[in-house]
């Protein structure tokens, strides 16, 4: 699968919900987020732009693989994941297998959604409010529309394409 995702800081949570109500964008639910990411064992993620990490949403924990950014404007990467049963033996396999963790990554999250089209509010633990719009493909040919359309979500929520961010959370960090 290929997610196709913008990133935008945000600094008025409530002005955002409410034009992508005005959209059309349904809540959806709130949950938190711990990303545990890993670098690699034969090369370094962060010069090869993919991410290996544990995902702890609410209890229910998923390993995901994200291959490198596919364009130069928005993230779109593939994306493998599985669900697994324990967090902490994922941890302790990667860990004894060579890969490298780094700092946990810590958010709320907002889902709404219109269509097949999510927009996620994150207030990510010392980096502040975001906006994600973001929409699962399997075609590589279909990526275009869909930043298209992207883009013109962005337009009627009055925030400049200027101020996309292709960077991970990981990354703003610095790690």
Request: glycine share 6%; proline share 1%.
């Amino acid at each position: 699968m290929i997610e196709v995702e913008i990133k935008v800081k945000i600094d008025d949570k409530d002005k955002v919900v409410e034009q992508l109500k005005k959209l059309g964008f349904k809540f959806i639910k709130k949950k938190f987020q711990e990303d545990i990411y890993f670098n690699g064992i034969d090369r370094d993620f962060k010069e090869t732009d993919e991410a290996l990490r544990i995902r702890d949403e609410d209890g229910n924990f998923f390993v995901t693989y994200k291959g490198k950014k596919i364009d130069k404007i928005s993230k779109t990467r593939e994306e493998i994941e599985v669900k697994i049963e324990d967090k902490e033996k994922m941890r302790q396999i990667f860990k004894k297998l060579g890969f490298k963790e780094v700092p946990p990554i810590r958010k709320i999250r907002e889902i709404y959604r219109k269509g097949d089209m999510e927009a996620s509010i994150d207030e990510v633990e010392g980096l502040g409010l975001f906006l994600e719009l973001e929409k699962v493909i399997s075609d590589i040919n279909d990526k275009d529309e869909v930043l298209e359309e992207m883009m013109d979500i962005l337009k009627a929520l009055n925030i400049s394409k200027d101020n996309i961010i292709r960077k991970s959370y990981l990354e703003l960090r610095g790690l």
